[in-house]
């Protein structure tokens, strides 16, 4: 079974700063899928950003990217530039690779994220 | 571009009733998943449907069942409603061919009293 771990229930960072909200998770798959999603207080879960485990490349969009260090399991978001907006829980998700049998996404437990004005 | 589509988007239920919940996925998305997500929690998945088959299923009450329709369309039903059963539940979709990037709805949140 996977299962994934965020362990830093809680982060805040002045607007405009960088912060890191951390990620592992534990499987025996090679190939799979990492993402993390954004819930705002809309309670509306928006793709923020995509990995492929198969990809050494780090995947970045605009001022999301991310660290992903597939020995270590870890796969960290970084966000620039902090806007108010940003302002939501960060869920870490998992997906095994290989067709709609394995689709269903494992969550991690979450990171509240507050950017101050 | 067309999103996930969810209805109703509110809820709310007398203990032991039953409810609807339905799902209209992205155009030319088959494959259909639900997720139930509770207060303070992370999304739990709860079953999923792929050319109107059952592909997998989670920790999905016997209370509950769930199909998928010719134009891939998904409802889940919900009888003998309980107090527990209040929460916020998504439908993601997603393309078979690419099948790893799920695309959620808005949700439907449940209320049971």
């Known amino acids: 079974a996977q299962t994934v771990t965020q362990s830093q229930p809680e982060m805040s960072v002045q607007e405009a700063e960088t912060v890191t909200l951390s990620c592992t998770y534990d499987t025996s798959e090679n190939n799979y899928y990492l993402f993390w999603y954004k819930q705002p207080p809309s309670r509306q879960m928006i793709l923020v950003i995509r990995q492929e485990a198969y990809k050494q490349q780090n995947a970045t969009e605009n001022r999301f990217s991310v660290n992903f260090q597939k020995a270590a399991k870890s796969f960290s978001l970084k966000i620039s530039d902090s806007q108010l907006g940003d302002t939501a829980m960060y869920f870490c998700a998992f997906v095994i690779a290989g067709g709609t049998s394995y689709g269903k996404l494992t969550f991690g437990q979450g990171t509240i994220l507050t950017v101050h004005p | 571009a067309a999103g996930v589509i969810q209805s109703p988007r509110h809820l709310i239920k007398e203990k032991r009733e039953t409810a609807t919940l339905k799902c209209y996925p992205i155009?030319?998305?088959?494959?259909v998943y639900w997720y139930q997500q509770g207060p303070g929690q992370d999304p739990q998945f709860l079953i999923s449907?792929?050319?109107?088959?059952?592909?997998d299923k989670g920790s999905i009450p016997d209370r509950f069942s769930a199909q998928q329709f010719s134009d891939y369309h998904s409802e889940l039903n919900m009888s003998s409603l309980e107090l527990g059963d209040s929460a916020l539940y998504f439908c993601?979709?997603?393309?078979?061919?690419?099948?790893?990037?799920?695309?959620f709805g808005p949700g439907t949140r449940l209320t049971v009293l």
């Open positions: 155009p030319r998305h088959d494959t």
């Open positions: 993601a979709s997603t393309d078979s061919l690419t099948a790893d990037t799920q695309y």
């Open positions: 449907f792929y050319e109107k088959m059952q592909s």
